[in-house]
């Protein structure tokens, strides 16, 4: 697809339309990351086929977008009204200077547990704070002092502390490693793409992906059970008998895809604890026999999570609406499959209950991966829980 050329309205220099440069300037109106970047998508396909267009003509175009989503406080910062009329320049630890950014701060609070509204309301009661004030230069301790001030007063006492957790966290320097495993039509790619943004983790992996790259390497003969379905890697077992399977057959068929699997899982986990970088592996191959494996390491934080859908009918929907969004995973054939694929969540779930790894239902996107994410913050109260005149002293 080419990219449409954007003149400027002004100086009449020409640009390429990039989708992400949209989504950035909507997300700092105010505008949730699901919408910014479907709206942004929307463009970019509209735009597709001109070869030139102003940026007066882009803005009318979004303006209109966000007047059917009703968006009126987004479609006011997006236009220029009530606009900061001066910028508020952030001081950091090692002495830099940047001005302050509403994105990025509401970011840091979705990452300590907060929903998008939740977290878009405290950062506009920030803002408005920050232009009341006469300083034009604060250092980010005063930013955190105040954040800590309002979230204590809106929110509560609970939500300051995950803040505060989330904040003692970042500074410490360590990584963060998400394994978010599930049954098949869980939810998890959804879930991971989005606690992915929320924490600013720009690396990511499906185990399904890792099989794919080992079924290229290694052909069908020497591997059989590599090569088809966790659910039914069972078929793929010496001597298996025919018909319907046992439910220990069906487990026996997992475990040995998730044994292969777990050799290319540890290697992309190791290399993020080498490089100091945060992760997030999910897949159905995530098991607490993987978090054995892997061992305890004291280099990075790991969080493992077990996603569920515990009504039959929900499951099955999300089933067949895999087979509606990507044409090539055939819902009609994991409904088929349906009796293994339920067998091999309850199987999942009681050696994630067995071995005390976090159990989160997954029955709505925002609340689960507000879910998740106070998951992932209890997990890091536990090493991290310094006071707020400690972390955001003077």
Known sequence: MAKSVIVASREGTKTPFLRGILTSSLLEAGLPFEQAYELASRMRTRLADKEHITTHEIRELVVRELIKLDATDVLELYTGINRPSRSIQVRDHLGGISGFSLPRHRQSLESSGLDSDQANLISQLLLKKL??????ELHVNDIGRMTFSILQKQIGHEAAKRYLVWVDYTRSGRPLILLLGGTTGCGKSTIATEVAHRLGIIRTQSTDMLREVMRMMIPERLLPALHTSSFSAWRRLPGHAEGPPTDELIIMGYNHQAELVSVPCEAVIQRALRERVSL???????SPSLMLRIGDTESAVMVPIMLA???????KRQ???RGIIAPGREGDRYLSHFEQIWELQSYLLSEADNSSMDIVTNDEKEQTTARVMRAINEVL????NAQM????AS
């Open 389 to 392: 005149d400690d972390i955001f």
């Open 309 to 315: 859908v515990l009504k039959q009918d929900q499951l």
């Open 381 to 384: 109260a536990r090493g991290f």
């Open 280 to 286: 997030i592996l999910e897949g159905i191959h995530i």
């Open 319 to 321: 089933l067949m609406g």
């Open 131 to 136: 232009e009341e004030t006469d300083e034009h």
